[in-house]
Antibody
């Protein structure tokens, strides 16, 4: 069974930092691109960042570029999101999500498997 | 940035009826569009990718269509578990990946 388990969320003051982790199991993690998608309370989905299967290519939303860093450890089947200079508008549930593979074709940014999410609250 | 506009905001139907949800892109995304379902307190679930392909394990009552800027998600013969939020998402011109604002399907 595929599982993505996020951790590391919590309450942080504006300007603070936090590192999110996403532990993957039940699939060959190193074959899949991975992403972070967030959802502010009562709001819609917002893409945050994506990383290729090898970790060699990364992409960021403009709203987080220069403040957030996505990375992965394929030996540990874990995805990370290092968040710095946090703002109130970063408050959200953060989901990790895998790319989608079907019939030998893998799609970088269709999101097949999702974690349960971890809540990040930025407030003084 | 490509803006996706979903309509209607809320769709009220009954089990057994047919639902048609719309997603319009501010510029062409080819057929690079997906649909997701989200229930309260849960993560989204991928339903449709590349506009018309059902994802693994998705029932045949879900179908997608369209290309370019106009897309539809059709749910035939609504089941009680289908009442949820639905989002479209494009990968036609990224980054950034963008999502629509969502359509709430309610009984």
């Amino acid at each position: 069974e595929v599982q993505l388990l996020e951790s590391g969320g919590g309450l942080v003051q504006p300007g603070g930092s936090l590192r999110l982790s996403c532990a993957a199991s039940g699939f060959t993690f190193s074959n899949y691109a991975m992403s972070w998608v967030r959802q502010a309370p009562g709001k819609g989905l917002e893409w945050v960042s994506s990383i290729s299967a090898s970790g060699g290519t990364t992409y960021y939303a403009d709203s987080v570029k220069g403040r957030f860093t996505i990375s992965r450890d394929n030996s540990e089947n874990t995805l990370y999101l290092q968040m710095t200079s946090l703002r109130a508008e970063d408050t959200a549930v953060y989901y990790c999500a895998s790319g989608y593979c079907s019939g030998g074709v893998c799609y970088f940014v269709y999101f097949q498997h999702w974690g349960q999410g971890t809540l990040v609250t930025v407030s003084s | 940035e490509i803006v996706l506009t979903q309509s209607p905001g809320t769709l009220s139907l009954s089990p057994g009826e047919r639902a048609t949800l719309s997603c319009r892109a501010s510029q062409s995304v080819g057929n690079y569009l997906a649909w997701y379902q989200q229930k309260p307190g849960q993560a989204p679930r991928l339903l449709i990718y590349d506009a018309s392909n059902r994802a693994t394990g998705i029932p045949a009552r879900f179908s997608g269509g369209g290309s370019g800027t106009d897309f539809t998600l059709t749910i035939s013969n609504l089941e009680p578990e289908d009442f949820a939020l639905y989002y479209c998402q494009q990968r036609g011109n990224w980054p950034p990946i963008t999502f629509g604002q969502g359509t709430r399907l309610e009984i």
